[in-house]
């Protein structure tokens, strides 16, 4: 059984930083491009960041670029978004989501995602 | 950056109604689309990709066409499990994008 879990959400006030983890199983981690989605509450989908299978490739939005960074460890099989200089606007839900197919084009596999809450 | 747009915002059906969402690319994507169901509280689930491809265990009441830039999502004869959030994503390019939802509830 496919298992994605993420963790390391917090509240944690503006400019602060944090990291999030994602563990997976059942499936063949190193052979999946992993991505970071999130949902501000009540909200839509926001794409966050891509990682190749390899970990030589990475990809942001524009809302995160230079502030957050992902990485992975493919012994461990588990991804990592860290964090910096949080926003009140990053607040959400942050899931990490499989891509295994052409082109990384669409994510089959979902966690429950982590909540993040940036507040004074 | 590509934007996706999505029609109608919200429907309202009963159960074996057919059900159509359209979802449309500020750009020429090819099939580069994916659609997605999501469930309060719950993460989104993959129905189809490139366009057109029912995902593994996806009922075959749900259905994807189009090509470029108008794409639809088409539920045949909609379940009570199918109340929810649908949402359309684009794999052109990065970022990658996802159109602002469709909520189907319960007439």
């Not at chain 2, 057919?18 to 500020?26: K, M, N």
Request: hydrophobic share 30%.
């Amino acid at each position: 059984e496919v298992q994605l879990s993420e963790s390391g959400g917090d509240l944690v006030q503006p400019g602060g930083s944090l990291r999030l983890s994602c563990a997976a199983s059942g499936f063949t981690f190193s052979s999946y491009a992993m991505n970071w989605v999130r949902q501000a509450p009540g909200k839509g989908l926001e794409w966050v960041s891509i990682i190749n299978d390899s970990g030589g490739s990475t990809y942001y939005a524009d809302s995160v670029k230079g502030r957050f960074t992902v990485s992975r460890d493919n012994s461990k099989n588990t991804v990592f978004l860290q964090m910096n200089s949080l926003r009140v606007e990053d607040t959400a839900v942050y899931y990490c989501a499989g891509a295994g197919g052409s082109g990384w084009s669409h994510f089959d596999y979902w966690g429950q995602g982590t909540l993040v809450t940036v507040s004074s | 950056d590509i934007q996706m747009t999505q029609s109608p915002s919200s429907v309202s059906a009963s159960a074996g109604d057919r059900v159509t969402i359209t979802c449309r690319a500020s750009q020429g994507i090819g099939s580069w689309l994916a659609w997605y169901q999501q469930k309060p509280g719950k993460p989104p689930k993959l129905l189809i990709y490139a366009a057109s491809t029912l995902q593994s265990g996806v009922p075959s009441r749900f259905s994807g066409s189009g090509s470029g830039t108008d794409f639809t999502l088409t539920i045949s004869s909609l379940q009570p499990e199918d109340f929810a959030t649908y949402y359309c994503q684009q794999a052109n390019s990065f970022p990658r994008t996802f159109g602002p939802g469709t909520k189907v509830d319960i007439k």
